[in-house]
């Protein structure tokens, strides 16, 4: 899963920087990270303890489906990470961030996407979604994938225009050199 803080423009400044001057690049890059990382923080907290509050002897989760699958989890098993990316679409050099969770637990694959359709109408989506405050259909509705979209949502804008001023530095700094 992946959420991206973006700036484009500059081009020419940011490409010339980019082949060139090897140091400025480093710290774009290390201050396109930082201001990510808010994004990626606010995700972090977003992570309960455990799946859904424990039900009638459950822990966690609780048996999900006629498997029995145990869903719990703790939430140290949800690893974020924010990285930088920086490409050339159409002559054009876009410089964004990113953060990122790693999906590969079953748990936190469940956990981050569940409900999110809800079209076997099961009762686990519903408590997910209940417990979590996000709803059915909410994709459209700066819920989906729950931490990463509402954290992009509220933490994005202001990476972007920190971006934004990382990259006007560095180009007024090549510039003034």
């Not at 050099?93 to 359709?117: C, D, E, H, M």
Request: glycine content about 10%; cysteine-free.
């Amino acid at each position: 899963m992946v959420m991206k803080a973006k700036v484009e423009g500059a081009a020419a400044k940011i490409d010339a920087i980019q082949k060139f001057d090897k140091k400025a690049w480093r710290e774009i890059q290390k201050g396109v990270k930082l201001a990510t990382s808010a994004i990626t923080k606010n995700a972090e907290g977003r992570v309960p303890p455990m799946g859904l509050v424990p039900t009638s002897g459950g822990k966690g989760w609780g048996p999900w489906f006629q498997g029995n699958r145990d869903l719990s989890f703790v939430g140290s098993e949800f690893k974020f990470g924010t990285r930088f990316r920086s490409r050339n679409k159409q002559g054009f050099r876009q410089v964004y961030g990113y953060s990122v969770l790693n999906v590969s637990s079953p748990a936190v694959a469940i956990f981050t996407l569940a409900g999110s359709k809800n079209q076997s109408g099961h009762p686990f989506n519903r408590n997910i979604n209940r417990q979590t405050g996000t709803r059915q259909g909410a994709r459209n509705v700066q819920m989906w994938p729950r931490m990463l979209t509402p954290a992009y949502y509220e933490e994005g804008p202001e990476a972007a225009k920190t971006i934004g001023r990382i990259i006007e530095d560095a180009v007024r700094d090549v510039n003034s050199a």
